[in-house]
Nanobody
């Protein structure tokens, strides 16, 4: 059984930093990728970043490029999202997601098979 669990959320002032972690268990070693999504109140869930397990290729939402960094450990047990220079518009519930098989789109939430419960990130101005 695959389980994903986020931690590291919290409240921070604009310009501050947070590091989210996603503990991963039960995911097959051959799985394709992990991603981070977020959902603000009244808005759709949106892609933030993704990383392929093999090779470590990363992808980012344009608005977080240069501020956020996704990384993973080689044992496939933890995925991180380092968030710097946070802005009020980054406020959302952040979700960790994993998928078994390759898909050309890393941005579509429907291509991910497993989801964590989410962690709240609040950035005040």
């Amino acid at each position: 059984q695959v389980q994903l669990g986020e931690s590291g959320g919290g409240s921070v002032q604009a310009g501050g930093s947070l590091r989210l972690a996603c503990a991963v268990s039960g995911l097959p070693l051959s799985s394709d990728a992990m991603g981070w999504f977020r959902q603000a109140p009244g808005k759709d869930r949106e892609f933030v970043a993704a990383i392929r397990w093999s090779g470590g290729t990363t992808l980012y939402l344009d608005s977080v490029k240069g501020r956020f960094t996704i990384s993973r450990d080689s044992s496939k047990t933890t995925v991180y999202l380092q968030m710097n220079s946070l802005k009020p518009e980054d406020t959302a519930v952040y979700y960790c997601a994993g998928r078994r098989y390759y898909s050309a789109s890393y941005f579509a939430s429907r291509t991910y098979d497993y989801w964590g419960q989410g962690t709240q990130v609040t950035v005040s101005s």
